[in-house]
């Protein structure tokens, strides 16, 4: 969304070009697999090191329970961490180059500069609450050090807080005004 948005503002010559259905495809195809490789790495460990024993054992579902040495959930917050600051760089620098076209773009006209830069800052801010996810893995297997009932509290207050809370926006109740509002923005 921010690429986008950068291109837009920045390049609106060639937005038509840059952003059409099929390099959409391409770029989520490719997010798609650059976020599952260490899932797969993963998997792969724990299906090679588990013992047999351990497809028997009655225990809750959760991802700290594929780990079995103390380097996988290291890597696991490391490669989390990451994804974390290059998405935050992106971020960053496509936001700061839209804020500056639009500075240049409004000239004299303070008004509208201030109006523009605040809607620029106010979606950069809502992109850096959605990374937020980012950080759970690397809190909930601090939790799980400690106390497993602090994990469970933890790990549900995230699911209700950040997880509940982004799919509620997705919910559509007025498709029109869904519309309008967003020719509008």
């Not at 503002?9 to 391409?26: D, N, Q």
């Not at 008004?111 to 809607?119: A, E, F, I, Q």
């Not at 509940?164 to 869904?178: A, C, D, E, L, Y």
Request: glycine share 4%; hydrophobic share 50%.
């Amino acid at each position: 969304m921010a690429l986008e948005r950068f291109v837009a503002i920045c390049m609106p010559l060639r937005h038509g070009e840059l952003c059409s259905t099929r390099s959409a495809l391409h770029c989520v195809l490719i997010i798609h697999g650059i976020s599952a490789l260490p899932d797969v790495v993963f998997l792969s460990i724990f299906f090679v090191s588990a013992s047999h024993s351990y497809y028997t054992q009655s225990s809750e579902c959760s991802v700290e329970k594929f780990i079995l040495h103390t380097w996988q959930g290291h890597l696991r917050s490391a490669i989390s961490q990451f994804y974390f600051l290059i998405m935050v760089i992106i971020i960053m620098f496509s936001y700061f180059k839209i804020m500056k076209v639009a500075r240049a773009a409004s000239g004299q006209n303070r008004k509208s500069t201030w109006k523009g830069l605040r809607t620029v800052v106010l979606h950069g801010f809502q992109l850096l609450l959605c990374l937020f996810l980012l950080w759970c893995p690397l809190i909930e297997a601090a939790m799980l050090q400690i106390n497993l009932m602090l994990y469970i509290n933890v790990r549900f207050w995230m699911y209700k807080c950040i997880v509940q809370h982004n799919t509620s926006h997705m919910k559509v109740k007025n498709p029109q005004r869904t519309v309008t509002a967003s020719l509008l923005d």
